[in-house]
């Protein structure tokens, strides 16, 4: 081992992380059934805490947490399956948010874990905010349209709610048709000019643009993806973890106000967000 180089000793040393991450996630995925069994007890243990210690070096803490969660998961075997692949922590995180159990483990099989609890707790704000003022940011406006112009507004509305399967608010195929419109020409190069990263840096006093999150600035994110629009407009400050939920699809009204955005219940990024997703899964090792 001496004879090894800085980088072949360092290339070693990962793969045995690796692995070692790999089949502590497997056992620590049996431990709900060891206790069901109480296999513990036939092989002279005094508790599953003292089991999973001497077998598998684990706390009492992590027993605990993932004995706990499997009787939050009852009715999941779909996100039970998870614990062994990617970890009862970051499958912890998506516990408790109400969304569809093959959506949830996409987040998981995708999103960090630092992500997933952001989003989480960010989700549950919306929820409980909804309850105290629902509807707030509504308003009601009437105008009058030519037939032409309504035949063509209602033809639009049914391709939405065909698409949605659901039906579609005026408002929103509104906002659908002002996504539609003529952006602004490109700005030579994709980089983000200084000076414009200086006074959002200021207008934000260098913390992320969503509302309650103290996190830094650490990404400039552009809600009109650059690889389309060619355009700086809409450069949002955010922390690491909600521009990580951008691209992920996870903001249903990215080109509002961000301290308006809402944050939806299952993923839908674009096909420019998939290769950011794709770089973002295999960064995050075994």
């Not at 003292?50 to 027993?63: C, P």
């Not at 190069?189 to 650490?218: D, F, M, W």
């Not at 407009?233 to 690491?240: Q, S």
Request: hydrophobic share 35%; glycine share 6%.
């Amino acid at each position: 081992m001496q004879n090894m180089s800085d980088g072949e000793l360092f290339v070693l040393c990962k793969k045995y992380g690796g692995e070692a991450i790999k089949w502590r996630r497997k056992f620590v995925a049996l431990l709900p059934e060891v206790e069901k069994r109480r296999l513990w007890e036939k092989h002279n243990f005094y508790s599953i805490e003292h089991f999973a210690k001497v077998v598998g070096g684990l706390s009492e803490n992590i027993v605990y947490q993932v004995l706990h969660l499997d009787k939050k998961l009852e009715g999941k075997p779909l996100l039970k399956e998870q614990i062994a692949k990617q970890g009862w922590a970051k499958v912890k995180a998506v516990a408790a948010i109400p969304v569809e159990e093959k959506e949830a483990v996409k987040m998981v099989e995708i999103l960090p874990k630092k992500t997933l609890e952001i989003f989480a707790r960010s989700l549950d704000s919306q929820v409980k905010n909804d309850v105290i003022c629902p509807g707030a940011k509504l308003q009601h406006i009437t105008f009058k349209l030519d037939p032409q112009t309504h035949f063509q507004l209602k033809k639009f509305q049914q391709k939405l709610e065909k698409e949605c399967k659901k039906p579609i608010p005026l408002g929103l195929v509104l906002k659908e048709l002002l996504k539609l419109a003529p952006q602004g020409s490109a700005q030579g190069g994709s980089r983000i000019p200084a000076k414009q990263k200086r006074e959002l840096h200021k207008k934000y006093k260098g913390k992320c643009a969503i509302k309650r999150c103290k996190n830094p600035v650490t990404e400039f994110h552009h809600t009109k993806r650059f690889a389309k629009y060619g355009t700086h407009e809409g450069v949002t400050p955010l922390c690491h973890e909600h521009h990580q939920l951008a691209h992920a699809g996870l903001i249903e009204n990215e080109h509002d106000d961000p301290k308006d955005w809402r944050f939806r219940k299952e993923m839908r990024p674009s096909v420019i967000d998939r290769k950011y997703l794709k770089n973002l899964q295999m960064a995050n090792g075994p």
